[in-house]
């Protein structure tokens, strides 16, 4: 008898996140008139594959499935699905799917990647401590991919009022100021879960090196990924900065998590020793 591997599990998903990419497109071109229940259901089942793909791996290692770019991206991008599919339950915040489908499409095409996959002789991270940092430091970077999601369906909305565009009153996207009001506390809420992942990654490492920093690349770049968002969340809340630059800034910033992410990974000695 054939066995199914988790990676197998998790190109299921990848392939039903792709279907609900291309009716994400449909949703588009119909300025979010139509029923949204589908979409809904396919990242529900993309997610359920997902999670037995990450069961799979964390049971066949005995750890949780961080270790490796394939491990945080896949990882990532479940936390991305979980959140979307809490939040979906309100009506109003179901065409978040629209933009997080081609996200989790994109994440899952580049976790299946060759040689993203790969394991030393030992296990990256041999502790709990390091398997609860990476885990909250990923759903971290999973919140701040929602809000930028958020912030997209803002500009889109924005962008329709401005120029008096009928589908912007037919729409069934959620008004501008919710919008606003959830990609802050999708910020909030990521802020506190990089910081607390930040500070057991600082107790590990005091634990495994004698030190609570050191000079590695991949430590310099999620300080400055903290102190972003510090700032994004600091200047919205305490000196206004809100509509069109708020959510510029929260998609930038999430971009530029994107783009760089994997490079500083591979720079990292303590990622590669």
Known sequence: MLSVTDRQFFSVAVLIYGVSTAYSFFLWRKGFREDNRLLYLLILVGLAFHTVAMALRGFSFSRCPVTNLYEATAFTAWSIAAAFLVLGLLRRL?????FASPLLFCMGVFALMPNLDTHGPQPQFKHSLSSLHMSLTLLGYGAFGLA?????????QERDLKFHKLRAVR??????ERLETVT?????????LLSGGLLLGMVWLRHEKGVYLRSDPKIVWSFFVWLTYLIV?????RYAQRGRRFAWAAVG????????????????ELQHP
């Open 94 to 98: 179901r065409f978040l799917g629209a």
């Open 171 to 176: 729409a069934l996207l959620p008004p501008i």
């Open 253 to 268: 910033s999430f971009s530029f998590i994107m783009l760089t992410f994997w490079g500083f990974n591979l720079l990292s």
């Open 184 to 192: 802050a506390r999708l910020l909030t809420g990521g802020w506190v």
């Open 148 to 156: 930028a999601l958020s912030s997209a369906m803002y500009l889109t």
């Open 233 to 237: 969340m600091v200047s919205h809340w």
